[in-house]
C-alpha cells in the first residue's frame, strides 16, 4: 500500500525557482498594477520620477549588495554569488552622477518605504542570511526580464541618450545572454540546500520584498503627488490669481475713469439744468403768447371777448 506525501510536503520538494515564482504570481501582480508602475509602462513617467526611482534603488541595492559581500561565502548565498554580472551599485552611481550632478549624494530623498526596505535587507543580512536569496532572486532577475522592456520606455519618454546615459542601471554588461543566464542563475538557486521549514520562509521572504517594492512604489507616488501640489500645480493657479487680480485691478480702473466721467457729466449737467430750463421756458411762454395773441386777434375779428384768464394765467405759470 502506497503512503502519499502531504500537499505541502509534495509542493515543497519542487524547485525553489518554481515555488517562487508561483508564491510571488499574485503579489507581483499587485506591485506591476500600482499607479506609479501602471504610468511608468504607459510611458507616463516624467525626468523628476524618474530620479526618484533612481534614487530609492540606489539606497535599495546599497543595502542589498552590502548584504551579499557580507554572506558571499556562506553556503546559504554563495552558489548564487554572481557580483561582476548583476550588481547595481555602481551603475546606479552612475546614473545619480548624470541626473543630479557631482553633488548628487547630497540632493537625493531617501522616503521613509525605501529606509524600511534597506532596514529589512539589513537585517536579513545579519539574521537570517539564508533568506537573502529571496531579495536577490526579486531584485535581480526582475531587472534582466521586465527591467529591460521598463529600460526603453524610459529612453524614449525622456528622451535620453541613444548612448546609454542615465540608463546604467538597466545595462547588464556582464551578461551577454540573459536568457541563458537566467536558467544559470535558477539553476544555482535550486542547488541551495534547505529543508520544508527554510524553503517556506524564503517564499514569505520573496512576497514580503515584493510588498515592500509596492511600499516605495507609493511613496514615490506620493512625493510625485506633493511635488506637483507645491510647485506645478500650484503655481498655475497662483498664475491665475494673479491674472484676476490684475484683472480685477484694471477692470477697477476702467469703472473709476467711466464714473469719474459720469460724474463729471452729471455735474456739467447740473450746472446748466437752470439755463436749459429757463431757455425750454421762455420758449414755451413765447410760442403761447404768439398763439394766444393769433386767437385774441381772430376773436376781436369776430367780436367776441378774448381770454383773459387763460393768457394770465399762462404768463404768470
Known sequence: METSQPHGAESMSQDLSE???EATKEVHEQAENTPFMKNFQKGQVSLHEFKLVTASLYFIYSALEEEIERNKDNPVYAPVYFPTELHRKDALEKDLEYFYGSNWRAEIPCPEATQKYVERLHYVG???????????Y???????SGGQVLKKIAQKALQLPSTGE?????TFDGVSNATKFKQ??????NALEMDHATKKRVLEEAKKAFLLNIQVFEALQKLVSNSQENGHAVQPKAEVRARNVNKSHENGLAAAKESERT?????????????????????FIATTVAVGLFAI???AARGSRPFPCLLQALLTH
Open 263 to 283: 460724474r463729471r457729466m452729471q455735474a456739467d449737467m447740473l450746472t446748466t439744468s437752470p439755463l436749459v430750463r429757463w431757455i425750454l421756458a421762455l420758449g
Open 138 to 144: 526579486t531584485r535581480y532577475l526582475g531587472d534582466l
Open 166 to 170: 542615465g540608463l546604467a542601471f538597466f
Open 184 to 189: 544559470l542563475y535558477r539553476s544555482r538557486m
Open 19 to 21: 515555488l517562487l515564482k
Open 297 to 299: 386777434k381772430q376773436s
Open 126 to 136: 545579519k539574521k537570517n542570511p539564508e533568506l537573502l536569496v529571496a531579495h536577490a
